[in-house]
C-alpha cells in the first residue's frame, strides 16, 4: 500500500488528507493453476505462490507468470483432504484440517511413509484459516465467531479477536496489518494485528474469496494482493447417451487467482475496489399489445449515473435521437413522438459506456452519534409515504416500533431494521409488487417488495431513504467481449446520515443464510455490477401534455437490456 495526497477539489492542498491505494500501478494476470479443482488458502515461497486443492489433497507451487504447477507433497496427499488454511514460517508449513491445526517441515513433505504432521491445536469447532506473526499462530474459526490466537511455544490461547465477517475466513499478514477474506461476504478486511481494529474493507469482484497472500512481482516491482476464488458453477453438458435429454444440468468446480486492487479514502469513508468497463444498452421495441394511437407522446428514461464508484464515459441514442432534461439532479432521456400510430412500430434507447467499480463506505456506530438533524426539506420529501407503502396501516406501524425496539442511533437501526425485513421475508419472483403490510403477511416477496418494506419501516422510524435501480449486469467478470442479458431487473435502496450523504444498502440477502447471521457485504455496499440511475425518480415513464395515455409501458413495448464488459480498468 501506498499513502499519497488525494485532492477533492482545487481548495485543497497537498497532505490535507490520505488515501490508501494497493501498491499497484498495471494490470496483472489472472492465475489459472493446471490441474486443480478447489484451492483454499494462499502463500507465498521462494517466488511462488502456495495453496491447498481441498478436493486432491494437493500442496501445490504456483509461478504466476506462467500458471505452472508443481505438487509439493506427491507423497502425501492424503494428508491434506480437506485442507482449509495455509501459512508458511520458514521452513514451517501450518494448515488447517477439520478442528485441527497442524505445522510440518518442507522437508518431511519430501519423505516417504505417514507425513510427519505435529498436532499444534485442537479446537471444539472447524478451524479454518491460518496465519503465523512471529511467535503468535492465529487461527480463524467461523464457528465461534473469532480470530484466536495462540503462543507457538506453549500452544495456549492468548487472546481472540471478534471475526469480522460470519463466513469462512482465511488470513495472512502484510507488517503491522492483519487481513482477512471471507467466503460469504466476498470481502476482505485490513485490521490491526495487535488490537482487532478494523481499519477498512473492500469488495471483491468475484464470489467466494478462500486465502490471500501479498505476492512482490520481480517484473514490475509492484506488491500485489492476490486472492484465490474457489466456488461451483453450473453448467449444461452434453450427454449424448440419452437422445431424449440430450442436455444435462450439472456442476463442476472453478478455481482461479486474481490481482485486487483498491483505493481506501478515509475522508469519504469509503473504499474502492476493481473496476471494469461495461458497455449498456436499454432500449424499447415499439410493439403495442392493442391497437394504440397517442398524439405528443413523451417517453422518458433515466440515464446512468455519476457517483464515486460509477462513471458515465459517454452515452448515445439508439433508434431515435433523443434530448437531455435534468430531473432531482438525474440525467434523463426524452423521446418524442407526435403522433403514435396504431400498431407502429420502433426501436429506440440509449447505449452508455459506465466504468464501474466495487464500494465499501467505512461508518462505525459512533461516527454518526452526533449527527445534525434531517432537514425540513427532506423530512417532507423521504419521510413520507409516496408509494404505497401503506405506512398508515396498523401492520407495518407495529413492525417499525418491533424493528428497533428501544436502538436510538441511525445505523444500528437501519441495520435492525435491514435484519427484521430478511428474517420475515424469503426471496421470491412475482410479477407484480405488493404492498408491504401484504408482503409482510406473505412472508416472501420480490426485490421490489423488499424495498418497500424497507422505506416504510425506515421512514416510520425517521429515516430519509430512497429507491435506487435499475439493473445488475450478470455478475462473470471473466466473461469478457459478449453479450450478457439480466433476467430480471433490479432495485435496492439509500438511506440518508445528515452531514455525510447517501449510502447503498442491497433491498434482500439473497437467501444466503437463512436466519441469519447475514451477511453485511452490501450493507454500505455495492460490487461492480450494480448499475446505478433513478436515485429516488421513476426510471421510466410516458406522459402526454393532457395526461390521458390510459396504457401502461408493459402495454406498448419490451425492453431489451444488454451488457457487454469490455475489460478490467487499470488501478485508481
Known sequence: MLLEPALSDASEQPGDRLVIRSNATTLHRTIRPVGVYMLRGLALRDGKLLALDAVRGYLVAIDPGSDSTLILNPRHTQSFLDASGLAVAGETLWFTQENVVYRCSFADLAGSGELNAEVFVTLPYPADGVAVYNNAVYVTCQKAGAILIFDAETQREITRFAAPGVGIENITFRGEELWVCDRLERTVYCMDRATGELRFS????????????????????????????????????????????????????????????????????????????????????????????????????????????????????????????????????????????????????WKALLEVRGIKYQFTYDDVDKIPPLSLEFQSRYLIDDDDLMMDSPVIRAAAREAIGTETNLLRKILKIRNYVYDRLSYSIKPHIDTPDIALERGTGSCGEYVGLLLALARLNGIACRTVGRYKCPPYADRQQMPLEPEFNHVWIEFYIPGFGWLPMESNVDDVVEGGPYPTRFFMGLPWFHAEMAKGISFETIRTPTNDVDVSIGELAINHVRFTILGELPPL
Do not use: C
Not at 237 to 255: E, G, K, M, Q
Not at 290 to 295: F, L
Not at 303 to 310: D, G, K, N, S, V
Not at 328 to 337: E, L
Open 202 to 349: 473492500l469488495l471483491t469482484p468475484y464470489d467466494s474469496p478462500s486465502g490471500l497472500a501479498f505476492y512482490p512481482d520481480p517484473t514490475t516491482g509492484d506488491e500485489v494482493l492476490y486472492i484465490v476464488y474457489s466456488f461451483e458453477e453450473a453448467y449444461i453438458r452434453d450427454d449424448p447417451n440419452n437422445p431424449d435429454l440430450p442436455y444435462d444440468l450439472t456442476f463442476r468446480d472453478r478455481t482461479f487467482i486474481h490481482p485486487l486492487y483498491f483505493r481506501y479514502d478515509p475522508q469519504h469513508h469509503y473504499t474502492l475496489s476493481n473496476g471494469f468497463l461495461v458497455e449498456m444498452i436499454y432500449a424499447e421495441e415499439l410493439s403495442p399489445l392493442d391497437a394504440v394511437e397517442v398524439n405528443n407522446l413523451e417517453w422518458r428514461i433515466a440515464l446512468p449515473a455519476e457517483t464515486p464508484r460509477q462513471t458515465l464515459r459517454q452515452v448515445e441514442p439508439i433508434g431515435i435521437p433523443f434530448t437531455e432534461e435534468m430531473q432531482d439532479g438525474q440525467r434523463v432521456a426524452v423521446f418524442k413522438f407526435d403522433k403514435l400510430h396504431p400498431h407502429e412500430s420502433h426501436v429506440f434507447g
